[in-house]
């Protein structure tokens, strides 16, 4: 009998150190799956802001380099029509841009 009682003790012990393990594992593996989404939204927001400096000083140059020709005004407002244009472009694929890759990327990270 006392046989039986340390057998059951030694596994109630066993199935604590089981779930204390496995709680350990599933904060861990939290931790990681949250840094890299962290990680990947950090480095998608540095690259968009260097993206829009970049727009920004290649609209300048453009704008000058066609106002040399037809005027400044005419030359913002055809850049400005380029942008419009780019606009109207994301929005008809940002299924395709955006919502799929992020989509892919989370199944990814979560399964």
């Known amino acids: 009998m006392a046989d039986n009682t340390e057998s059951i003790k030694s596994l109630?012990?066993?199935?604590?150190?089981l779930a204390q393990l496995r709680y350990d594992y599933a904060k861990l593996t939290f931790a990681e799956k949250l840094t890299l989404i962290l990680a990947m939204l950090a480095?998608?927001?540095?690259?968009?802001?260097?993206?829009m400096v970049m727009l920004?000083?290649?609209s300048i140059a453009l704008?000058?380099?066609?106002?040399?020709?037809i005027g400044i005004a005419w030359?913002?407002?055809?850049v400005a029509g380029i942008y419009l244009v780019a606009l109207i472009v994301v929005i008809c694929l940002r299924k395709y841009l955006f919502i799929n890759p992020i989509s892919r990327f989370i199944t990814r990270l979560l399964l």
Request: glycine content about 10%; overall charge positive.
């Open 12 to 17: 109630w012990l066993k199935l604590k150190q």
């Open 43 to 51: 480095l998608g927001l540095v690259g968009i802001l260097l993206l």
């Open 56 to 58: 920004f000083f290649l």
């Open 63 to 69: 704008a000058e380099y066609i106002g040399a020709s």
């Open 75 to 78: 030359a913002c407002a055809i």
